[in-house]
């Protein structure tokens, strides 16, 4: 089984330090031009939509478009992005140079993981009309066997990823629980937490649920939340999908 | 070897040691021995809801910390002969609780208890951590409101992963909900959750609803268990709910509001 459910390093026990292997969910931003006062407004327009989501939120700074850029003053970016009640953590897709000046500036480097895999461009999702059922693209499908099966309820406060797979779960996933997957999240009772498909940047994962009532869900990183869904489809078994960048919910047929 | 059972919330002010309190001489009423130990290490209320914080020499963390012998520090209730409470300092935190000197403990009251209730503070820190730890059996204190069924929702998660049975990989940790002040009255009125909503929700066996009532608070104050008066439905209730946790088949009761004359509500009103 390659799914984890928050699962420890190997611990060290001490007498009085504990370290710990852990499993998070971090936001990536990209930053695209961080000397850019249109950045920051863009920002600030993101953050507006969904407050109680970013604030304090742990977040990456992806420097991958910064490769080539003349260099720009880290401290000062993470100042302002602090100023906006996002937290800074680490640096990814960075320079050396760029690498260097986050451990001055007292965050982490991150490498590898998180969403390297490229997000399929619309085109290659090839969107169907409403409930028909699509061959799943070679990089959305899990080795036969791999699926990971829950059949307790996810309780406010638990968080169960499925690396590499799908997930199924066959009770409830109660508000303030959350579920991630690489691939499709299947819930057969209702969803009331929330739900993250496609983690690692797979824009064909879907979620289905029988019954929902998300607090938010996710597709390869692009999200809605219970404020921006359907009031008619809440409490309906549905179907959650991305059409291009737009996650799309709509009623199992 | 006796049962360890955790009265639990997540939440505050949802009733866990009037729930201990009135759970514990009610097993104890029918013949089983019993032990209720406060969990709430600087608080300390369940010696005042029992009626014996007069009689408090030594305590669970001494006892813990091998200053005082198990029934040096176990006091007898004057009213059951099988209920013996285990009370809590109150000059020290919740830190005093280590693993190791809880399940000490809980092991020698296996031996001489059939029923070990263990009330535990609110919170999902280390004192509620260590009151669930050991535990056979949970029961879940929820009020009828969305901030209390969340929280309830919270420490079954926790019971689930944390508890010694999830670590160790035994049977899980048997589960009951005891719905605690509720009001037919204002769930009829729309202004208090339902009883099936809140089952929909935490979707584990209910073990009783415990009406709301003066008789609780009054029962709190006068330092008798509230299962102990005849004349309360909230006793009666909790009557119900050890009779089902010890595997009787009863009907739900105090679910309807009660039909008044209109005399009655005057009575009540000036009361």
């Given at each position: 089984m390659t799914a984890t459910v928050r699962k420890a390093g190997p611990a060290e026990e001490t007498v009085s330090i504990q370290f710990r292997g852990g499993l998070y969910t971090l936001m990536r931003l990209?930053?695209?031009?961080?000397?850019?006062q249109a950045f920051f407004t863009a920002l600030m327009t993101k953050i507006a939509q969904a407050p109680d989501f970013f604030r304090h939120a742990p977040v990456v700074l992806d420097l991958q478009d910064l490769a080539d850029a003349p260099p720009f003053n880290m401290a000062e970016l993470i100042r302002r992005l602090r100023q906006h009640q996002l937290v800074p953590v680490a640096v990814a897709n960075g320079t050396d140079e760029q690498n260097k000046a986050a451990i001055n500036a007292g965050i982490s480097i991150l490498r590898g993981?998180?969403?390297?895999a490229p997000v399929p461009r619309p085109a290659e999702i090839s969107v169907l009309p409403t409930g028909e059922p699509r061959e799943p693209s070679a990089a959305a499908e899990p080795a036969a066997g791999q699926t990971l099966l829950v059949t307790q309820a996810v309780r406010s406060g638990q968080q169960i990823y499925a690396r590499h797979s799908d997930i199924i779960v066959l009770a409830s996933i109660s508000a303030g629980g959350e579920l991630l997957s690489d691939g499709h999240i299947h819930v057969?009772?209702?969803?009331?937490g929330r739900a993250h498909a496609g983690?690692?940047?797979?824009?064909?994962a879907r979620i289905f649920c029988r019954s929902l009532e998300a607090e938010l869900v996710s597709i390869a990183g692009f999200w809605r939340v219970r404020e921006d869904m359907p009031d008619d489809l809440i409490g309906k078994p549905v179907q959650i999908f991305l059409k291009g960048e737009q996650v799309v919910i709509e009623p199992l047929p | 070897m006796g049962k360890v059972i955790v009265m639990t919330s997540?939440?505050?002010?949802?009733g866990k040691t009037t729930t201990s309190a009135a759970f514990s001489a009610g097993l104890a009423s029918r013949g089983h021995k019993t032990v209720v130990i406060d969990f709430d290490v600087g608080l300390r209320n369940l010696d005042l809801i029992m009626g014996c914080?007069?009689?408090?020499?030594?305590?669970f963390v001494h006892v813990i910390n091998g200053d005082a012998r198990l029934n040096q520090a176990l006091i007898r209730d004057k009213r059951l002969e099988h209920l013996y409470i285990l009370p809590t300092s109150q000059?020290?935190?919740?830190?005093?609780?280590?693993r190791e000197g809880v399940e000490r403990v809980l092991t020698e009251l296996r031996e001489q208890f059939e029923y070990i209730i263990c009330d535990s503070p609110a919170g999902i820190e280390r004192g509620a951590l260590m009151a669930l730890y050991f535990a056979d059996e949970a029961i879940i204190v929820t009020n009828p409101e969305v901030s209390s069924v969340r929280d309830s929702d919270r420490i079954l998660g926790v019971l689930q992963s944390r508890s010694r049975r999830a670590e160790e990989g035994l049977d899980p940790v048997r589960e009951h909900l005891l719905l605690s002040r509720y009001d037919p009255e204002r769930v009829e009125r729309g202004e208090m959750m339902k009883v099936d909503d809140v089952l929909e929700i935490l979707a584990i066996p209910l073990l009783g609803v415990i009406p709301e009532s003066r008789s609780v608070l009054k029962a709190s104050n006068v330092g008798t268990?509230?299962?102990?008066?005849?004349?309360?439905a909230a006793g009666d209730a909790y009557r119900d709910a050890v009779g089902r946790f010890l595997g009787e088949s009863l009907p739900f009761r105090f679910m309807r509001p009660e039909r008044r004359g209109l005399f009655q509500r005057f009575l009540r009103r000036s009361a």
């Open positions: 990209k930053v695209s031009n961080p000397r850019d993981g998180g969403g390297e057969y009772g209702t969803l009331r983690l690692k940047g797979n824009g064909a | 997540g939440k505050g002010g949802v914080e007069r009689r408090v020499v030594f305590d000059t020290r935190d919740k830190d005093a609780l280590t268990p509230v299962i102990l008066d005849p004349q309360s």
